[in-house]
């Protein structure tokens, strides 16, 4: 028997194991901007856009000083968070140069336009903005055409100034 999952199913968070929760703060809510909804004790905290209850749940549980997840590893690839508009995205890769932080790539997916980092445990991360479906490449036969190119990135800077 088939099954589609429903159309408006969303994936709701994610929970990263990390090996010190301070040093992931700095990263997820000085430098990205989320915020802390609750600490749970010393070893776990929840954090989110607008106020929902976590996007984000940092935990140190089995993790707490350890190294992180080998690469070449089964396991999570990347978080992908997806910002509401083009400008701000920008807004995000201007902290981030502005900070230093280092990027690991940044790419034009013709769907969506992304630039990836690493948190400090070596995380992946992911940030977007979905262009508009109408936008999307797709075939003659209206197939997802989805690419990866190279991502302008002072062309998305512009946006801030526009």
Request: proline share 6%.
């Given at each position: 028997?088939?099954?589609t999952?429903?159309a408006?199913?969303?994936?709701?968070?994610?929970?990263?194991?990390v090996?010190?929760?301070e040093?992931s703060?700095?990263?997820?809510?000085?430098?990205?901007?989320?915020?802390?909804?609750?600490?749970?004790?010393?070893s776990?905290?929840?954090i989110?856009?607008g106020?929902?209850?976590?996007?984000?749940?940092l935990?140190t549980?089995?993790?707490?000083?350890?190294?992180p997840a080998?690469v070449r590893?089964?396991?999570l690839?990347?978080?992908?968070?997806?910002y509401p508009?083009r400008?701000?995205l920008?807004?995000?890769?201007?902290?981030?140069?502005?900070?230093k932080?280092?990027l690991?790539g940044a790419?034009?997916?013709?769907?969506?336009?992304?630039?990836?980092?690493?948190?400090?445990?070596?995380?992946?991360?992911e940030?977007?903005?979905?262009?508009?479906?109408?936008?999307?490449?797709?075939d003659?036969?209206g197939?997802?055409?989805?690419?990866?190119?190279?991502?302008?990135l002072d062309d998305l800077?512009?946006?801030?100034?526009?």
């Amino acid at each position: 028997m088939n099954y589609t999952v429903p159309a408006g199913t969303r994936i709701g968070h994610v929970h990263l194991k990390v090996t010190d929760l301070e040093r992931s703060l700095q990263f997820y809510r000085d430098l990205l901007g989320f915020e802390v909804q609750q600490h749970y004790g010393d070893s776990a905290v929840f954090i989110s856009a607008g106020g929902y209850h976590h996007h984000i749940g940092l935990n140190t549980w089995y993790s707490k000083g350890a190294s992180p997840a080998p690469v070449r590893a089964a396991g999570l690839f990347h978080t992908a968070i997806l910002y509401p508009t083009r400008k701000d995205l920008a807004v995000i890769v201007k902290r981030l140069i502005d900070a230093k932080y280092p990027l690991t790539g940044a790419s034009d997916h013709g769907v969506s336009e992304a630039i990836y980092l690493d948190d400090p445990d070596k995380n992946g991360v992911e940030l977007y903005w979905d262009k508009p479906k109408e936008q999307w490449p797709v075939d003659a036969k209206g197939n997802l055409q989805m690419i990866t190119g190279p991502l302008d990135l002072d062309d998305l800077l512009s946006s801030l100034t526009g």
